[in-house]
């Protein structure tokens, strides 16, 4: 099942959404992934969180983000409910350029790097929060509540604030879990996490216009310098990498859905359908309309 976030948000004025519910055995969401991110804060209780086939336990004051694409859902055992508050959100919500301007674009961290971690890596799914953090991040998630069921005046500007120093909070903890930041270095040196830096950048802009220069402007990094690094670490080059990011979406929205092939190289970031249907072929082996048939 694959939810996406027009059935909670509009993706184009204020692509944010924000509730509290309570699980229990009788009232769980099945199985299923979504196409924009998913911070969630367990307020009270506990319960097994199943992620990517396999359950990890969750309790109170965890918080953990859910990547597009990713499939999870709970287990609760009979008797027991847990209290969770689900911030939804796209990443277009917080523009990189701003971030950057403030000095807190590598908060994005958070959510940006861990698609392309392997899984004993990525935050083992969850932080758990300690003393004045949890009050501070409950206290964060609590306000854009109240400000997104309000909906006032000036309520957007506030959400984006406040998300904005949820992010940065929650990357502060993150740097000062020094276990697992060492289990990290151990495994990617900083040239290594630099380029996955920009993989996750490309993997949420891949339907952008995206360009070299914006990358070293967002990065700090000479275009000669960023060329080097990512074709020593992926094989590939930016362009290259950009191209695999948008045929792997191309295919997926060949498969599941009806749209005819010049919508999807649209939403995909290719403005030539012909150059599409070409690069498709070069890489798959294949045309996008051969494809959508064979695979069905």
């Given at each position: 099942m694959k939810l996406h976030s027009s059935q909670f948000m509009n993706e184009k004025t204020f692509p944010f959404w924000i509730n509290r519910v309570v699980h229990d055995e009788h009232n769980l969401p099945p199985m299923h992934c979504h196409d924009f991110i998913e911070l969630i804060y367990v307020v009270d209780g506990e319960a097994q969180h199943v992620f990517e086939n396999e359950a990890y336990s969750i309790s109170t004051n965890h918080i953990f983000i859910i990547n597009p694409g990713e499939f999870h859902t709970f287990h609760i055992e009979p008797g027991k409910k847990i209290e969770l508050i689900n911030c939804?959100?796209?990443?277009?919500i917080l523009h990189d350029t701003w971030l950057k301007e403030l000095g807190v674009s590598q908060s994005m961290d958070f959510y940006y790097i861990h698609p392309f971690l392997d899984m004993s890596d990525r935050f083992h799914h969850?932080?758990?929060?300690?003393?004045?953090?949890?009050?501070?991040?409950?206290?964060?998630?609590?306000?854009m509540i109240k400000e997104f069921e309000s909906a006032l005046t000036g309520f957007s500007s506030l959400i984006k604030l406040k998300l904005a120093e949820l992010l940065i909070v929650l990357s502060r903890i993150y740097n000062e879990k020094e276990t697992l930041m060492k289990n990290i270095s151990s495994q990617y040196d900083e040239r290594k996490l630099l380029v996955r830096r920009i993989c996750g950048y490309l993997e949420r802009h891949y339907d952008q216009k995206i360009s070299t220069q914006t990358l070293c402007e967002l990065f700090n990094i000479s275009t000669r310098h960023l060329?080097?690094?990512?074709?020593?670490?992926?094989?590939?080059?930016?362009?290259?990498?950009?191209?695999?990011?948008?045929?792997?979406?191309?295919?997926?929205?060949?498969?599941?859905?009806?749209?005819?092939?010049?919508d999807v190289a649209i939403k995909v970031g290719y403005d030539d359908p012909a150059f599409f249907s070409r690069l498709f072929k070069r890489k798959i082996g294949c045309s996008p309309g051969r494809y959508k048939i064979e695979i069905l």
């Open positions: 939804l959100f796209l990443p277009s969850s932080l758990n929060l300690q003393g004045d953090y949890s009050f501070h991040v409950q206290s964060l998630l609590e306000y060329n080097r690094l990512f074709k020593q670490d992926t094989g590939l080059t930016v362009i290259e990498m950009i191209h695999k990011i948008r045929i792997e979406k191309a295919k997926q929205l060949l498969i599941k859905s009806n749209e005819k092939v010049i």
